[in-house]
């Protein structure tokens, strides 16, 4: 494998053989000239990650003033002229090429704003696509060449919007469509107004992909030419629009052009920051480092970190294509508005744009929520009045939250955080929050911390932890008398790492609160119970008493993995854990289990009609053993024995004795819980996770946590076993209505 990227710096390296040379090459410009032992490392005027061209030689890399394949280290002479850098990745698409051949299909005029709807020409690749352009503007406005401008790219299936009002406050409001069709077969234009592909290029229309996403087109381990990639096309349209709102200089002043996406057109906004023309720049949720987690599952705060291995396509794709790639060139500053718990946008990541452009932009967030950005409407329209209107001065910088511990008072030793917001006059609210371990921002629940004025300009807060060891995240949100919103860049720190840190009192219910025994607790989450090889689990300590912790045959190793961002682990194949005593007897009364299978969509697997995520009896004998927990039907063999009921599938009893197999479709693809909780007890010897012994149908799925009692669970305990589970790995929402811990975490 020739690179690897960084997951924060996102820095690539080229690897030689087994060994990284300690500096080689970067997803964007500003490389460094020399190796550490002083050979010359680029050719000279070497910027950016390169492909090369029309010869299909593959991925090429600079070195010593030569150029070399990336697969194979072997010399090439690249073409020049198909060379990609970050500046120049469109100079084999000029926007400028060709007529636009504009066909103005209606033009109407409503309360002083002109609306109209035309098709111009984009010809690229040896294709020609048609763009349907909605230009809104003040009718009274027009003529004089001074009207500010802003572009505007819709998110993934959405169309075209109204936007008057800002016609009526002196914009000239430029929108495109990229969806083409969509939601079916649809009449094209004019009868429907919609973007028109070539049959060359009917995959970009999204009726014809509906569930394409982001990583679809990245996750590929190589690609020839990225011009073929759809995002290549994607973000090769607004530059052609742009060309066209050149030439619109009766109406507006190019030198006052900003750009607006929302969502998925937040990552075309992020591409479009490197244009000269444009002066400002609003990505709503959209900020790229999607390859990281929607294809890999790969999250920046997970402990431990397991970097993904990429192939050359990834690394081509992300280098090429990705947003996250365009920040260090860009030219426009950017402003971010998301939420904090965001499907679509890298939280985490999208602070590292911002740190290494080199114009400064800023950035807010909707607190507890998924791609809504409610009480930050008002921040697209004063960022374009700053950026492009100047009619507001300046914009308050974004400042750093600093953690710390507590010195003095009864707190000592809690972690806190400080901010030091600019502008202090004039700021009319502030509030900081934060959120405990969760490396997943999507399942993070945000805590509102007491902020206080120290009287200094800074504000701080405590966030106590109940892990020291685990980390703390925070920011503050700051508004200010003009309304405008702006937040500090989150702080992501473990307490432990600055000194003396100290747990705050942890009274939420765990499962050593039971009035019952504990004799088996493999806690996933808990990353100090796993022991890792790589990415393979070689043991999985029991937190219980007796200390039965599972380990693996050899060649037979799972693997380590991130569910709703907590340390889980995955069984693919025939990957099986077992007991380290698989003599001494042991009841099994109530048994919980938190998995996801993965395996398809049924579990019926054979003549024997199950696949085990946990059995007993596993003694080396001829007994398949007791399936606790896996798939069934209706039929059963011998030496089969499943746990006495009654059982439970999220909470909700599915069963009233075991004689009523458990069955688990609910999660498939899915996490949940299951548990059983017996009246009597199956006493066996051992037991196994990810099939029973003697049969090879293999669990196909993911394992979070197993917890097992030696005499039953009064209700009141069940049921805070199934508060904790479902607050611990995010799971709430699969509590039935009326559960206890429906709306609040169960404590001692």
């Not at 702080?491 to 705050?504: Q, Y």
Request: hydrophobic content about 35%; glycine content about 8%.
């Amino acid at each position: 494998m020739p690179f690897r990227l960084d997951p924060i710096s996102g820095r690539l390296t080229f690897i030689q053989g087994a060994v990284a040379a300690s500096v080689i090459n970067d997803t964007v410009n500003d490389l460094p000239t020399s190796l550490p032992d002083g050979t010359t490392a680029y050719s000279p005027n070497a910027t950016g990650f390169r492909k090369q061209g029309n010869n299909s030689q593959g991925l090429v890399y600079p070195k010593d003033n030569t150029w070399y394949r990336a697969d194979t280290n072997n010399e090439v002479v690249p073409d020049v002229n198909s060379i990609w850098t970050v500046g120049s990745r469109y100079n084999n698409y000029d926007p400028n090429a060709g007529a636009f051949n504009e066909t103005i299909i209606n033009a109407t005029t409503l309360n002083g704003v002109l609306t109209q709807n035309s098709f111009i020409d984009m010809p690229i690749n040896g294709q020609l696509i048609r763009i349907y352009v909605k230009y809104q503007v003040k009718v009274s406005l027009r003529g004089n060449g001074n009207l500010p401008c802003f572009m505007f790219a819709n998110g993934w299936g959405a169309s075209v919007a109204d936007y008057t009002s800002y016609a009526n406050l002196g914009y000239a409001v430029i929108q495109y469509d990229w969806r083409g069709t969509f939601n079916g077969t649809i009449a094209p234009y004019p009868a429907n107004l919609m973007t028109v592909y070539p049959t060359a290029l009917t995959r970009l229309n999204q009726n014809v992909n509906p569930n394409a996403n982001y990583t679809s087109q990245a996750s590929v381990a190589t690609i020839a030419d990225v011009r073929n990639q759809d995002m290549y096309y994607w973000f090769a349209m607004p530059r052609r629009v742009l060309a066209y709102v050149k030439s619109l200089t009766a109406d507006i002043d190019i030198t006052k052009i900003g750009f607006w996406g929302n969502s998925w057109g937040g990552q075309i906004a992020y591409n479009m920051s490197i244009e000269p023309d444009i002066k400002a720049v609003i990505a709503q949720y959209g900020n790229g480092w999607i390859h990281w987690w929607k294809t890999f599952n790969v999250f920046p705060y997970a402990l431990p970190y397991v970097e993904p291995t990429f192939t050359d396509g990834n690394n081509y794709y992300i280098t090429t294509l990705e947003p996250q790639s365009y920040a260090k060139s860009s030219t426009a500053p950017v402003l971010w508005l998301t939420s904090t718990n965001d499907f679509h946008g890298n939280f985490d990541r999208g602070f590292r744009n911002f740190e290494v452009s080199p114009v400064t932009g800023s950035f807010a967030f909707r607190v507890n929520s998924s791609h809504d950005i409610t009480g930050l409407e008002q921040n697209i329209q004063l960022w374009f009045d700053h950026k492009l209107k100047g009619t507001i001065a300046t914009w308050p910088s974004s400042p750093n939250t600093i953690p710390s511990l507590v010195t003095s008072g009864a707190n000592t030793g809690y972690p806190k955080v400080t901010v030091t917001p600019s502008d202090a006059a004039n700021i009319s609210a502030i509030q900081i929050y934060y959120a405990l371990e969760t490396a997943d921002w999507q399942n993070r629940t945000w805590l509102t911390a007491t902020t206080v004025n120290n009287g200094d300009g800074t504000w701080s807060a405590q966030t106590p932890c109940f892990n020291i060891n685990g980390y703390v995240f925070a920011y503050a949100q700051i508004t200010y008398t003009n309304t405008v919103v702006v937040c500090s860049k989150q702080a992501a720190f473990i307490p432990s790492s600055l000194g003396n840190a100290v747990a705050a009192p942890n009274n939420y219910w765990s499962p050593t609160n039971a009035s019952a025994t504990i004799n088996l607790w493999l806690d996933g989450a808990d990353n100090n119970t796993l022991t890792l090889n790589g990415p393979l689990v070689t043991q999985w300590r029991d937190k219980s008493s007796i200390a039965n912790h599972a380990i693996p045959n050899s060649g037979e190793e799972p693997v380590f993995t991130t569910v709703n961002g907590m340390n889980a682990i995955r069984f693919t194949g025939f990957k099986r854990l077992f007991s380290t005593n698989q003599v001494t007897t042991r009841d099994y009364r109530n048994v919980f289990i938190v998995c996801q299978y993965e395996g398809g969509p049924v579990f019926y697997n054979g003549a024997y009609g199950f696949m085990a995520v946990f059995s007993g009896a596993i003694d080396g004998g001829s007994a398949n053993g007791n399936c606790f927990f896996g798939t069934s039907l209706s039929q059963s063999f011998a030496n089969n024995t499943f746990l006495g009921g009654p059982f439970f599938l999220n909470a909700t009893q599915v069963s009233a004795d075991g004689t009523n197999r458990v069955v688990l479709p609910q999660l498939n693809t899915s996490m949940g819980f299951i548990s059983a909780n017996s009246a009597s007890a199956v006493t066996v010897a051992g037991y196994g996770i990810g099939t029973l012994r003697q049969i090879s149908n293999p669990w196909d799925g993911v394992v979070c946590e197993i917890v097992s009692y030696g005499s039953t669970l009064t209700l009141t305990d069940r049921q805070k076993m199934e508060g904790y589970i479902a607050w611990k790995w995010n799971l709430v929402s699969l509590l039935p209505a009326g559960h206890p811990y429906k709306t609040t975490r169960p404590t001692v």
